[in-house]
């Protein structure tokens, strides 16, 4: 046997006893993206993640440097190989290029997670062109190659594969964000009717409104004041559900809108 050959033999075993998920979007240690890859990763996966440090800059949160860096630590220290990657999803040869290298550094994709987002504030009749266009190919024409070389390259145990797409439903004054990411659960549905002989699930979860850094004093006692449970939303309610749709128990879900906000829709 081969060097080469006992190598892939050793990547196989380490493969089945723990799955490997790629998760979009983590450039932020407060973000839900986050929060994903460690709930995931306390949870047996292996994980690899997207993250383009060019859109948190432009923010008003600002750009966080050495954030992948220490996620891929802490990832590490609860037993997960990890892996990064810094791509920018406006590019449609992109995502080809993410499971390239992820299957080179890891193996083969189990579950996406898709976190990732562009979103700047703007209304009917202020949204531009270009950030119109922006916003379609980040969240949906994106979202729709990730899933297609998901689909292309799956080589999980059938009933094992994995879809879930972080959506919203706010629209108003945010125009082309949430029309896009209409379109990102338009594609999802499709995807749960077109990998299921895969053996592959397919859903769309709306986390609601999150505190990751992004609202006002006045913004957050709103939510807190609207939503039923009487406090704010954070990453960890939605990597719950994120983490639960992965497991073998989250199984049985299949091409669904979910909502993790405690009530607030």
């Not at 799955?19 to 993206?33: E, H």
């Not at 999803?89 to 080809?96: E, I, K, S, T, W």
């Not at 390259?153 to 108003?172: E, I, M």
């Not at 979860?205 to 939510?223: F, N, R, S, Y």
């Amino acid at each position: 046997m081969s060097d080469e050959t006992r190598a892939r033999s050793r990547r196989d075993v380490r493969e089945a006893e723990r799955p490997l998920a790629l998760v979009t979007g983590a450039g932020r240690s407060a973000g839900i993206a986050t929060s994903v890859v460690l709930d995931l990763a306390r949870a047996g996966w292996d994980t690899a993640f997207t993250y383009w440090s060019p859109y948190d800059a432009r923010m008003p949160w600002g750009a966080e440097p050495g954030a992948p860096g220490r996620l891929r630590e802490e990832a590490a220290s609860l037993g997960a190989r990890t892996f990064a990657v810094e791509a920018d999803l406006g590019d449609p040869a992109v995502p080809a290029r993410i499971f390239d290298e992820v299957e080179h550094a890891l193996g083969n994709v189990t579950a996406l997670v898709l976190c990732h987002c562009e979103s700047v504030d703007s209304g009917l009749l202020d949204t531009t062109v270009e950030s119109f266009d922006r916003h379609f190919a980040v969240n949906a024409r994106a979202t729709w190659l990730l899933i297609r070389e998901y689909g292309l390259r799956f080589r999980g145990q059938h009933g094992s594969g994995r879809v879930v797409s972080l959506t919203s439903d706010h629209t108003v004054g945010n125009l082309p964000y949430g029309a896009s990411k209409g379109a990102m659960d338009r594609i999802t549905f499709a995807a749960a009717r077109e990998l299921a002989h895969l053996g592959v699930t397919c859903n769309a979860v709306d986390p609601g409104p999150t505190d990751t850094g992004w609202m006002t004093a006045e913004q957050k006692a709103d939510m807190i004041r609207f939503t039923p449970l009487g406090r704010l939303g954070v990453p960890q309610d939605c990597a719950n559900l994120v983490t639960f749709l992965c497991s073998a128990k989250g199984g049985w879900i299949n091409g669904r809108l979910l909502r993790s906000d405690g009530g607030l829709a």
